[in-house]
Nanobody, 124 residues
Framework: VQLVESGGGSVQAGGSLRLSCVAS????????MGWFRQAPGKEREGVAI???????TYADSVKGRFTISRDSAKNTLYLQMDSLRPEDTATYYC????????????????????WGQGTQVTVS
């Protein structure tokens, strides 16, 4: 299994970015997938997850600003980030696991066995 993120960059506050994560090696295109982020000196935190039935869960800090989605035909996970704030600055990671999903997993990065290399998002 390989996850490859792209789409990070530098943007001014109030701007938008769309992150992408191409997944290869998954036999189940409806796997539980998520986005996590880690800022310098802080622990990794869950941003959003999407279940096999496309049920989504978001961290309170990004609700109404970020949208997680997927294109199963392209094996690609997305994170649309609008109204970005300086506190959104972090390295963003794509993560995946098997078909079983729960909103509880947003706070459980340890249950995701597959991770991308991360993409940097800087908001000034």
């Amino acid at each position: 299994v390989q996850l490859v993120e792209s789409g990070g960059g530098s943007v001014q506050a109030g701007g938008s970015l769309r992150l992408s994560c191409v997944a290869s090696g998954y036999t189940d295109s409806r796997s539980c997938m998520g986005w996590f982020r880690q800022a310098p000196g802080k622990e990794r935190e869950g941003v959003a997850i999407i279940g096999g039935d496309d049920t989504t869960t978001y961290a309170d800090s990004v609700k109404g600003r970020f949208t997680i989605s997927r294109d199963s035909a392209k094996n690609t996970l997305y994170l649309q980030m609008d109204s970005l704030r300086p506190e959104d600055t972090a390295t963003y990671y794509c993560a995946g696991r098997g078909a079983v999903c729960s909103d509880y997993y947003l706070s459980r990065a340890d249950v995701f066995p597959h991770w991308g290399q991360g993409t940097q998002v800087t908001v000034s």
